[in-house]
């Protein structure tokens, strides 16, 4: 058994600039890359006076366990837990997520692997402008953080000093 345990605080503080007409975004749907296209800076005020809107603050913690068992030359398994808390200004949410990989040794420079893992992320931000400027009735509102689901599979090979990798998600 090998326990390894951790610790991880993030902070991020989203504003929104915007322009002097109050609108916020510039359309770029529909624009060739064969035929760049200029878009002049935007007549700011003086430094200091550009109008922001606070857009959120978003913090995340998370304490992690896991556990790497190696069970003979061949297999081994890495199972873990994560207590994920995610703070933004609307809501607090925390959630408890596994992490289980089993790992076959076929060979010694031969790997194989199957890994299962969960995650807790925020959940988007509607946006400001939808095609051809239509305004989003819930704009800039935080949506709830999601459970992320991850299923791999995949080899490494350490052939002639390289290492040699495949996996599908």
């Known amino acids: 058994h090998k326990t390894t345990a951790g610790y991880q605080i993030s902070k991020s503080i989203w504003d929104i600039y915007t322009f002097p007409d109050n609108s ?9 890359l064969t035929a760049p296209t200029y878009f002049p800076e935007p007549d700011w005020q003086p430094h200091g006076t550009k109008p922001v809107t606070p857009a959120y603050n978003h913090r995340t913690h998370t304490i992690s366990i ?34 289980l990989s089993v ?43 999601l459970i992320s689901k991850q299923l791999e599979a995949g080899v ?3 052939v002639a ?7 599908l998600f």
């Open 66 to 99: 896991g556990d790497d068992i190696h069970f003979n030359e061949q297999w081994a398994a890495l199972i873990g837990l994560s207590d994920n808390q995610i703070e933004v200004d609307s809501y607090q949410k925390s959630e408890v997520t596994p992490t």
């Open 156 to 158: 490494k090979a350490s």
């Open 103 to 145: 790992i076959y040794k076929p060979r010694e420079n031969i790997s194989t692997y199957t890994s299962y893992m969960e995650g807790l992320e925020q959940g988007g931000v509607a946006t400001q402008i939808f095609q051809d400027n239509f305004t989003v009735v819930n704009r800039g509102q935080i949506m709830e953080p």
């Open 161 to 167: 000093n390289m290492l040699l990798t495949a996996a």
């Open 24 to 32: 916020v975004a510039v359309d770029f749907n529909d624009l060739p």
